[in-house]
């Protein structure tokens, strides 16, 4: 019998996903692919897996068996794999990158540029995420987060920080005027961004307590990129990372607003402790520590 460690991968993320359009999103390939790999399966094995309604999907009795066995199989593959990547001497593969961070500066492309000339067997799938998430459920070498790390599956190496800013533009001090204490926030316009697990861009905090009023924002995103469009287009205050905004405020095209409010954000590299320390994440979180130190663009702990 034939057996086909892509259509058993397949099924196993459709089980795990719950649907086959979720699969299909998690693992990047096309949903028609997903469909056909799960419906040779079960013309292959003559055996139904899944039962599907509009609304669901369960696992057969079969489909419950089938997956156990399925699952510790791919398990044993990854291991094998893995154990391999350990002994090799140089880093080879693909490395798996998230970020939480709103990095938009040449450091990044330049590191990752400056790490794949240095490393020519591996290779890098990088995704920004700008919405809440399991990172349980995420599959991932390494992660760049920001605040505080809740997650005890995770080793952390701080890289430096980052300060929020509240920032306008001329055209909007001109017509708003400038604010010379928190007070003075009640009759501007705001827009926040919802980026999840850091409270203080949900909504405006201030040092001290001086001001109690609930400041309500006009616009909400969880795009930074947009925040600071819609900020340089004198729509609005918010609050940004300088590291997103330093050029701006060096070309006078934004103005900091309440200097005295920034706050120092942290910036990490993590990687999960349940997953095996490879040359590869060795040599990436190395990588990373050493170019930091040199050309980062937020401040050095």
């Known amino acids: 019998m034939k057996v086909s460690l892509d259509e058993m991968a397949t099924f196993v993320e459709v089980v ?57 199989m791919l398990h044993e593959a990854k291991a094998a794999e893995i154990a391999m990547q350990s002994i090799q001497k140089e880093p080879f593969g693909v490395l798996r990158v998230l970020s939480l961070i709103p ?3 040449p450091f990044l492309s330049n590191m990752l540029d400056s790490f794949l000339r240095k490393y020519s067997e591996v290779t890098i799938e990088y995704l920004t995420v700008t919405t809440q ?3 349980s459920e995420q599959r991932f070498d390494c ?32 017509k ?11 009759g501007h316009q705001f827009a926040h961004s919802q980026i999840s697990d850091w409270a203080d861009f949900k909504e405006p905090s201030f040092k001290k307590g001086a001001f109690k009023k609930k400041m309500e ?15 340089l287009d004198g729509v609005c205050i918010a609050q940004l990372p300088d590291i997103q905004i330093y050029q701006h405020l060096e070309k006078g095209l934004l103005v900091e607003v309440l200097p005295q409010q920034s706050i120092d954000v942290p910036i990490y590299l993590a990687f999960s402790k349940k997953k095996q320390f490879t040359t590869k994440v060795r040599a ?13 663009p937020w401040v050095l702990k």
């Open 133 to 135: 998430l399991d990172l």
């Open 103 to 105: 990095i938009d500066d």
């Open 217 to 231: 924002s006009r616009i909400l995103t969880n795009d930074f990129l947009s925040l600071r469009r819609l900020v």
């Open 16 to 72: 795990d996903s719950g649907s086959q359009s979720i699969a299909s999103k998690k693992t990047g390939v096309p949903l028609s692919t997903v469909s056909r790999r799960i419906a040779d399966l079960e013309r292959r094995l003559r055996v139904q897996l899944i039962q599907r309604s509009s609304h669901q999907q369960n696992t057969t009795d079969a489909g419950a068996v089938y997956y156990d066995y399925c699952s510790r």
């Open 284 to 296: 990436f979180i190395d990588h990373t520590v050493s170019y930091t130190r040199e050309c980062a």
């Open 143 to 174: 992660i760049f987060m920001m605040g505080e790390i809740a997650d005890s599956t995770l080793i952390a190496r701080e890289l430096g920080c980052f300060k929020t800013i509240y920032c306008a533009s001329p055209g909007y001090i001109k």
């Open 176 to 186: 708003y005027g400038m604010p010379s204490s928190v007070t003075d926030l009640s």
